[in-house]
């Protein structure tokens, strides 16, 4: 078992490693994207963090969000 415990990524670097916008990022997030987690109480806004590995995931393995992004 691996006891390395991965840090939180901020929304800009993971936006710069999946090669979108920030703010894609941030509707993703919104929409329940796996390895997004929002931290605060705010109804308003956030403070979002991301798990680069789970995100990864996410992205590469097919995993869908809770509300997906609709195919274009």
Known sequence: MNSTIESFSSAEDTARFLCITRRHLLVMA???MRGAYGL????????????????????TGGARMA???PAE
């Open 30 to 32: 919104r929409r329940g």
């Open 40 to 59: 605060g109480t705010g109804t308003k806004r956030k403070v979002w963090v991301f798990r680069l590995s789970e995100v990864s995931q996410a992205v």
């Open 67 to 69: 509300s997906a992004v």
